[in-house]
C-alpha cells in the first residue's frame, strides 16, 4: 500500500520557544548557524510505529514498576489529557512518551550528577497510546526541582517531559510541561523562553483537584493541540 500523501509545513516561530536564550549556552549550540537542507520524503519518514499494537490505552503506572513492589516515594499524581490537531479532530493511536525526574528531582541517567537520591521503584519513563478519542492517562509521582549544575544559579521547576509520535516519524513533537504555581517557574529560562504569557500557559498542567479511594492522588491535566494557532510549544 502506497504512503499517504502528508504535506508538512514549517512551524510558526511566534509562539514557539526561542531558538536563542539568554544565559543558555546550549542554546546556541543546539540551532543551526546556515539554512537547513531540503530533501525528499521517503516511505521511511512518511511512516512511524503502531502504539496500538505496542502499548496499552488502559492508564500507565509509573509509581509502582511490579505488581509486587512497593509505589514509588513522593506525592502520587494523576495526569489526563486529549490530543487533537488543530481542527478538534483526536489523534487517535498516537504513542506518548513521557520520562521524569523523581520526588527529589534525580533522573534515572549515568549523566545525572545531582546528588540526589535514586529511588529504587521509581525509573520515572513509560508509554503509553491515546484511544479512540485521543485521551490518555497514567499515574506517577509529582517530579522534584533539580540544579543545572553547569550555571551555578539555575534550578528546573518540576516538569515532565512528552514525546508524542503521530502516524509518522515526521509527526514526532517534544514538549516539557509544568506544575501550577511553583515559584521556580517564574525564573525557568525554556519556560520563559516563550515569550507570549497566554502561550506558556499551554505549558502549565491545570489542577483536577484530589481523589481519594484505592489510589490517593492529585490530579493534573494537560491537552495538546499539534497545529494551527493554538498549538502547544515544543520544548527541548
Same mark, same amino acid.
Given at each position: ?8 509545513q514549517?512551524y ?12 543558555y ?8 548557524l546556515?539554512?537547513l537542507?531540503?530533501r525528499p520524503?521517503t516511505?521511511?519518514?512518511?511512516t512511524?510505529p503502531?502504539?496500538?499494537d505496542l502499548f496499552?490505552?488502559?492508564?500507565l ?9 512497593p509505589?514509588a ?6 495526569v489526563s489529557g486529549?490530543i487533537?490537531?488543530e481542527d478538534?479532530?483526536?489523534?487517535? @493511536?498516537?504513542?506518548i512518551e513521557?520520562?521524569?525526574a523523581?520526588?527529589a528531582g534525580?533522573?534515572?541517567?549515568d /549523566? %545525572? +550528577?545531582h546528588?540526589a537520591p ?11 497510546v ?5 485521551n490518555?492517562?497514567?499515574f506517577?509521582i509529582?517530579p522534584?526541582?533539580?540544579?543545572v549544575?553547569?550555571? @551555578?544559579w539555575?534550578w528546573?521547576p518540576?516538569?515532565?517531559h ?6 509518522s516519524w /515526521? %509527526? +514526532?513533537f517534544?514538549t516539557?510541561?509544568f506544575?501550577?504555581g511553583?515559584p521556580l ?6 519556560l520563559?523562553?516563550v ?7 499551554r505549558?502549565?498542567f491545570?489542577?483536577?483537584g ?9 490530579g493534573?491535566?494537560?491537552?495538546f493541540?499539534?497545529?494551527?494557532h493554538r +498549538? ?5
Amino acid at each position: 500500500m502506497p504512503a499517504p500523501t502528508i504535506d508538512y509545513q514549517p512551524y510558526d516561530d511566534d509562539s514557539q520557544l526561542a531558538r536563542y536564550i539568554d544565559r543558555y549556552p546550549l542554546s546556541f549550540k543546539r540551532t543551526p548557524l546556515t539554512p537547513l537542507i531540503s530533501r525528499p520524503l521517503t516511505l521511511s519518514e512518511r511512516t512511524g510505529p503502531n502504539g496500538a499494537d505496542l502499548f496499552s490505552t488502559g492508564p500507565l503506572d509509573l509509581s509502582k514498576p511490579r505488581e509486587a513492589a512497593p509505589r514509588a516515594n513522593g506525592q502520587l499524581i494523576q495526569v489526563s489529557g486529549r490530543i487533537t490537531d488543530e481542527d478538534g479532530s483526536p489523534l487517535v @493511536g498516537a504513542t506518548i512518551e513521557i520520562w521524569q525526574a523523581n520526588s527529589a528531582g534525580k533522573y534515572v541517567h549515568d /549523566m %545525572d +550528577r545531582h546528588n540526589a537520591p535514586i529511588d529504587p521503584n521509581f525509573t520515572g519513563e513509560g508509554r503509553m497510546v491515546t484511544d479512540a478519542e485521543g485521551n490518555f492517562q497514567f499515574f506517577s509521582i509529582k517530579p522534584g526541582a533539580y540544579p543545572v549544575l553547569e550555571t @551555578g544559579w539555575w534550578w528546573r521547576p518540576p516538569h515532565i517531559h512528552f514525546s508524542i509520535l503521530g502516524r509518522s516519524w /515526521m %509527526d +514526532r513533537f517534544v514538549t516539557q510541561i509544568f506544575f501550577p504555581g511553583e515559584p521556580l517557574n517564574e525564573t525557568d529560562l525554556l519556560l520563559n523562553a516563550v515569550p507570549d504569557r497566554d502561550v506558556r500557559e499551554r505549558l502549565i498542567f491545570q489542577f483536577e483537584g484530589t481523589s481519594m479511594g484505592e489510589v490517593n492522588a492529585m490530579g493534573f491535566r494537560r491537552d495538546f493541540v499539534m497545529r494551527g494557532h493554538r +498549538r502547544t510549544p515544543e520544548v527541548d
